[in-house]
């Protein structure tokens, strides 16, 4: 079998999120043979056995496409448009150095994904993309899509912090049923341990710092409405700032412009080194304004003289080949066996572990039964070589509409674990 597997014509809705979860990416990248599961990947489309872009049979009458600008990458030099039609129909294109359009696949959508800051296929027709681990980064150079649970704010795509929202069925007093949800704030370190840091009722969004760690505006409800900190990307630390809504941020001069919660002079200009502030000036406004054009700027738009021509036919055009490869975080020694799992965390020093996977690779039987009487209440029956056990999960239990258990659930199945290596 391939290392790499092909994307085929329409986005399956194998994509979208189970309660038990999907098969992701690890880190480094490895071949289905390697992984031992189905494949199962996002499909794209269906390419010729020699991997080279399938050409598309010309429409005989036009369609009247509509444009717009999306990215541009400057590794390779492509312009990146979205072009969709009166009939409903969507399609990315691009144009490279040559002057030569191409297309992906009806439904397929690249696009620069503003808190990765890389290209990724399009999963937000499937759903809320916060609700998800997993995002599929495409590689414009390479024409590889991986898909995988990723993390911003450090170094790389590897290491930092990542956002999952969690939702949850509810009754209110009068037996009423509403959804529930919160957000878990996952850190992934250098050494590859991926912790759950907390859980809270609303997100924080956060900015990389030169020092490796991360700038982060939270709304504060004791001291509305928002707050600056920072927090550490090894250890989850946070250290708190000032109560503010964050305006610009000069990275290289370590300074921040603030909008001040409470306060006469509500502008001030905040210096990360000795944590001082003093009022803003109009000086200071314009300053940070063109440093913030200047840097700010990281996801690139095409220029005006690549538009695509108003005749141009999507449908007609190229269309690129994509193929997928999977992301590994986690190998585990589970049941006498090897597990390859695309995702792990410890929560409160307990490791939890994908029952999706687990079902995969190991043999374990999974049931579940929707619980009569209760809003959302679901039960679950795991069988594995030495018995079976019933739960209810609990919330920490489900992270991105996933079932995670842990070792001492396996243990009583007869899948002890016998160690387990994070990928760095």
């Given at each position: ?46 390419p ?51 002057g030569?359009w ?20 399009d ?7 916060m ?29 930092g ?8 069925k ?36 956060f900015?990389a710092m ?49 909008t ?33 054009m ?7 738009m ?19 080949s994509?193929?997928s ?13 090897a ?15 994908p ?13 579940q ?16 070589p030495g018995?079976?056990?019933s ?34």
């Open positions: 079998m391939n290392k790499k597997r092909h994307f085929g014509t329409v986005a399956r809705s194998a994509v979208m999120l189970t309660i038990l979860g999907v098969t992701v990416l690890p880190s480094p990248y490895v071949g289905a043979e390697d992984l031992a599961v189905q494949d199962q990947a996002l499909s794209i489309q269906n010729s056995a020699t991997g080279q872009a399938a050409q598309v049979p010309a429409q005989k009458s036009a369609i009247k496409w509509k444009f717009s600008p999306s990215f541009y990458d400057q590794a390779t030099g492509y312009s990146y448009y979205y072009a969709t039609a009166d009939q409903m129909s969507s399609r990315t294109i691009y144009l490279d150095p040559k030569e191409h297309a992906f696949a009806e439904g397929v959508t690249i696009h620069r994904d503003y808190t990765l800051e890389t290209p990724v296929v999963r937000m027709k499937y759903g809320d993309p609700e998800g681990l997993y995002s599929t980064v495409y590689d414009p150079s390479k024409e590889t899509a991986t898909r995988g649970a990723y993390f911003s704010g450090g170094s790389n795509l590897q290491h912090f990542r956002y999952v929202k969690n939702y949850y509810r009754q209110d007093a009068q037996g009423k049923e509403y959804t529930a949800s919160d957000f878990s704030l996952l850190l992934r370190t250098r050494s590859g341990v991926i912790r759950e840091i907390e859980r809270v009722s609303n997100r924080l969004h900015k030169p020092d490796g760690n991360v700038l982060a505006i939270q709304y504060s409800i004791p001291d509305k409405p928002y707050e600056i900190l920072t927090i550490s990307t090894e250890t989850g630390k946070k250290k708190h700032l000032a109560y503010a809504q964050l305006d610009y941020y000069d990275a290289k001069g370590g300074r921040l412009l603030i001040l919660n409470k306060t006469v002079s509500p502008h001030a200009v905040y210096t990360l080194a000795d944590g001082k502030q003093r009022p803003a000036t109009e000086q200071d406004w314009k300053e940070f304004e063109s440093i913030s200047t840097e700010g700027n990281r996801v690139k095409p220029d005006s003289t690549t538009v695509p021509p108003t005749d141009l036919q999507p449908q007609n055009l190229p269309v690129t994509v193929q490869q999977d992301q590994i975080l986690v190998r585990a020694a589970i049941g006498g066996r597990v390859n799992l695309s995702f792990a965390f410890v929560q409160n020093g307990r490791t939890l572990f029952v999706r996977e687990l079902a995969e690779q190991t043999g374990l039987e999974v049931k039964t929707k619980l009569s009487g209760k809003a959302g209440g679901t039960s679950f029956t795991l069988k594995g018995g079976s056990v739960l209810t999960p609990t919330d920490p239990m489900m992270i991105g509409g996933q079932l995670f258990i842990g070792s001492d659930t396996l243990k009583r199945i007869g899948l002890p674990v016998q160690g387990v290596n994070w990928n760095p």
